[in-house]
């Protein structure tokens, strides 16, 4: 990104049935999350970590502004579905950026989703108490 031009680079990033678009640009590091601070929407520690993490294999914390438009699942889904998001959107800006992102694993797409309920059971794996007698 040039100093003259302030281009947004945009990424989709999705995890269990959360989907997450990310707006990056060069800013002061603000990070906004369906209109309202990351705090708020991410509101552990670990939580919001998981999600910026791309940012710090990057080494761009506090350098760039961005914009998530997240829905669907729940927290750690959108957690991981933004940082799914902002790893591909950094490698727009600099593919140099590339092999340390994908050896941190965060360009791969987590693809384990919940295992659906089987009829004749209480669960997905879980079986009625077995009576011998």
Known sequence: ?????NPTLTAV?????ASARVHL????GEIT??????SVLLYTEALIKAATSP????GLEGQVDVLIR???GGPNGQAGAISHALA?????LDLGLRPSLKKAGLL??????????????PGARKRFQFSKR
């Open 1 to 5: 990104m040039s100093a003259a031009k």
């Open 88 to 92: 591909r959107a950094l490698q727009k």
């Open 108 to 121: 791969t797409r987590d693809g384990r989703m919940r295992e659906r309920k089987k009829p004749g059971r």
């Open 70 to 72: 997240v829905s669907g």
């Open 55 to 58: 940012l710090r294999v990057a």
């Open 25 to 28: 640009k060069r800013g002061t």
């Open 13 to 17: 990033g999705r995890r269990k049935t």
């Open 33 to 38: 999350i369906n209109g309202r601070p990351a």
